[in-house]
C-alpha cells in the first residue's frame, strides 16, 4: 500500500475571484488527491491528501499554470499529519480582517467570445456575457468581499441554468459573480426620441443607425461612450465638436485584425497589449493610406486603438449580422472637455439627447465610473498613459510598510492612491480637479474606495503646490490628520523608483509641464538626485519667463518669445513667433518683459517644447495638453541627427542653459534647413543633455541608476533615444512601466515618499 501523505498550503497574491479555488479542485482531482481548498483572508488556502509523488506534481502544476487571471505571489506548504480523508470539497471561506484585493474589470475572454458566436449555445449574442475569467468587477462591485450580493447584479435572480453552473465547481462560472443569460440577465434597450426597440432589434437599429452616420451613446462597463463611423467625416466632426476638446485626438475600435491592419501599423508587442485581459486602447502607428476620417486626430502621426472588450461592443461591431455595421467606431467617453464620463442611465438620457441620435443601454447599474485605460508600447515595454479598466484598482507594493494612508495625488490626470502595511491602490483615472463635478467624483471615489478596502487614513499626503485643489481638499477633508505636503517632481522620480523596487540613490530625471517647485517657481527640467526620503536638485534647466502667466501654456508664442529674448534674438516679424500675436498682443507682452513686471519662472522642458513648436511656425496655440509636443515629435525625422551646443552653467544647483540651441534653431531656419531635421536635432539636443548632465553626475556622486519620468517622457522618441544612449554608456535606466510617466503617477510617488518619511521619522 502506498504510504499517505498530507500537506496543508497557502497561495498568495491575485487569488481570489479568479477561478482559483475551481483550478485547485480540478487540479486535485486529476491528481487522485483528497482535500478541500477555500478562500482565506489574503490567499487561499488547501489541504491536500495522497501520494506523495502525487502531491508533488500538483504543486508542480499549480505554480506552472495558474488561471489566465491569477498571479501568485507567494506559496507556503507545511507537513500535515494524513486523517485518511478520501474527497476534495470546496468548503466555506474563512473570513479575515485582512486586506483583499480588488479585482479590476476584465476584457471578454476567449471562451466567452466562442459562445457569443455559437447558435447552439445558450448565451448565443447575449450581449453582457461572462465568466470567472472575464466581465466588470470593480465598476460593479459596491462592498466587499465580491460576492453577488454586493454587486450591481444583486437585483438580478439567477434562473435555474445559471444558478447550476454557479454552484458546479467545474464549471467555468463557478462563482462567476456577474452571471447572467438572455433567461435572467440584463437585458438591452435602444431609446430614440419617438421610441424604443429591445434585444435583437435594439442591436440591429444601433447598427443601422450607426452605418447611416449617425452618433450612438453606448452603456460600457464603467461609463458612456459616444461612438459613430470612424470613416464618417461629418459624424466624427460633429462629435468633436459637441465634446469641445479642441483637436484631442478620438480613440476608435476595430472590428478585427483585418481592419486594424487597415487603419495602423501594429507590432507584436503592441498587438498583444491590445488582446490583453484589460484591452487598453493602445497608441500605434497611423498608416498613411489609413482611410480613418483626419479628424479623428488632427496633427498626429498615432491613433488610439481597441478591440471590442465586452460582447456588446462585439455584437455592435462584428461581421455576423445580416444588418451592416461599420468596421471602425469613433469611441469616445460621453462627456463635454473637462466633465466626468456619464455613468447614470437617467443622466445619459438627459443630456446626450442633444448630441445622440440615440442611446444603446442595458440594465446593469454601473456602481464605480472606470474610463478605458491607454496605454503604448516603448521598445516592446508597456508604457501607460492612462491606468483605468483593466487596471485598477489592482494592488501594488510601497517600499516600506505604512499605517493606512492616502495620497491626493496631482490636480491634472489625477488620481488618488491608498496604502497599508507594503499594499496599495492605485484609483482609476479621475481626470482633471478643474470642475465641480469632478471634484465631486474623487471624493466619492476615496469614500467608496476606503469602504471597499476597509481602510480609515490615518495619515494623508498631498502636492507641495499651495493652489492645488487636491491639497485643499486634503487639509479640509481631513484637518486632524497628519498632512505630509510632497514635492511634484520628487513624487515623479519616486512613483518609477518604486514601480522597479529600487533602493538607494538614483538620478532622477523629471521633464513635465509644470510642477510647484521648493523655490516657488514653476520646476519641470529637473534632474534630482534622489532617494524616497529626500532629493536634492543637482541641476535644472535655467528658468525663462511665462509671459502672461498661464497663458503662456496655451499660446506657445509667448514661451518662443521668451526664449528669444533669454538668447538675445532680436523679436523680427520674419519669426513666426513674433509675427502671429500681431502689434498690438506682441507690445503687450513686451511691456510684461520690461524690468517693472515680474513673469512667473520656468524650468519646464513641456514649455521648450512648446516654444521650439512655435519656432518653427509648427503650432501657436494648443487645444490640449502636450499638443506642441506631439506635433513636434510626429513631425521630426527618424533618422540619427547632430545635437544643438548647449551650456551647463556651473553653481548650486547647474543650470542647463539653452540658449545656444535657439540661436541654432533660428539658424537652421534662417539656412532653410527643413523643420523635420531641426526637429530631430532638438530631440537629440535633450538626449546629449541627459548624457552630459547624468555622466557628470557619476563621475561626482557614483550614481549609476538613472529614472526618467515625467510627462515629457511618453514622447517615445525621447524616452527611447535617451534610454539607448544612457544604457550604452552603462547606465541602468529604469523608466515607468506599471503606472503613467504622467501626474497620474503622482499620487503612487506620494505614497512611496510617505512610507519612507513615516519609517526614518520612527527610526
Ligand atoms: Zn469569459
Ligand atoms: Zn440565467
Ligand atoms: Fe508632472
Known sequence: MIERAARFLI????????????FVYRLATRYGLAGWVRNAGTGVEALVEGGNVQIDAFLAALVAAPPPLASITDVRVAEEPAADIHTFAIVASRSSAGIQPIPADVALCSDCRRELDDPADRRYRYPLINCTNCGPRYSIVNAMPYDRAHTAMQTF????????????????????????????????????????QSGEAALARARRLLTNGAIVALKGVGGYHLACDARNSDAVERLRRWKRRGEKPLAIMVRD???????ARVNDAELRLMESSAHPIVL?????????????????????VMFAYTGLHRLLIGAESDVPAPAALVMTSANRSAEPTITSDELALRTLVDIADAVLMHDRAIVTRVDDSVSQIIDGVEAPLRR??????????????VRPLLACGADMKSTFCLATGTQVVLSSYVGDLENYDVHCEYSTMIERLCTLWRIEPEVVCHDLHPGYWSRRFAERAYPDLRRLAIQHH???????????????????????????????????????????????RAAHFDYVPMYGGELAIRETWRMALAYLRAAEIEWDERLA?????????????????????????????????????????????????????????ALADAGACAPYDFLIAEGEPWRVDVRPTIRAIVDDRDRGTSAATIAARFHATLVAIIVHVCSRLRTERGLNDVVLTGGVFQNRKLASSAARALASRHFAVYRHRAVPANDGGISYGQAAIASARLRSALG
Open 388 to 401: 483605468a479598466r483593466g487596471y485598477a484598482p489592482l494592488p501594488m507594493k510601497l517600499p516600506f510598510p
Open 490 to 536: 520628487h513624487a515623479h522620480v519616486a512613483s518609477c523608483m518604486a514601480e522597479h523596487g529600487l533602493n538607494g540613490s538614483v538620478i532622477g530625471i523629471a521633464f513635465d509641464g509644470t510642477g510647484y517647485g521648493d523655490d516657488g517657481r514653476v520646476w519641470g527640467g529637473e534632474f534630482l538626485v534622489a532617494d524616497y526620503a529626500a532629493y536634492e
Open 284 to 304: 500605434v502607428e497611423q498608416h498613411s493610406r489609413s482611410s480613418v476620417a483626419g479628424a479623428i486626430n488632427p496633427g498626429s502621426s498615432t491613433i488610439g
Open 157 to 196: 435572480d439567477m434562473c435555474t441554468a445559471c444558478r447550476a453552473e454557479y454552484v458546479d465547481p467545474l464549471s467555468r462560472r463557478f462563482h462567476a459573480e456577474p452571471i447572467a443569460c438572455h433567461e435572467c440577465g440584463p437585458q438591452l434597450e435602444v431609446v430614440e426620441r419617438n421610441g424604443r
Open 11 to 22: 497561495v498568495e497574491g491575485v487569488v481570489q475571484g479568479v477561478g482559483f479555488r475551481p
Open 577 to 633: 513667433p513674433v509675427r502671429v500675436p500681431g502689434p498690438a498682443q506682441r507690445q503687450v507682452v513686451a511691456v510684461q518683459a520690461g524690468a517693472h513686471f515680474t513673469a512667473p519662472l520656468t524650468s519646464s522642458v513641456g514649455r521648450l517644447f512648446d516654444a521650439v513648436a512655435s519656432l518653427l511656425d509648427l503650432r501657436h496655440v494648443v487645444t490640449y495638453d502636450a499638443q506642441a509636443a506631439i506635433e513636434l515629435e
Open 257 to 263: 485584425h483585418t481592419e486594424l491592419l487597415h487603419v
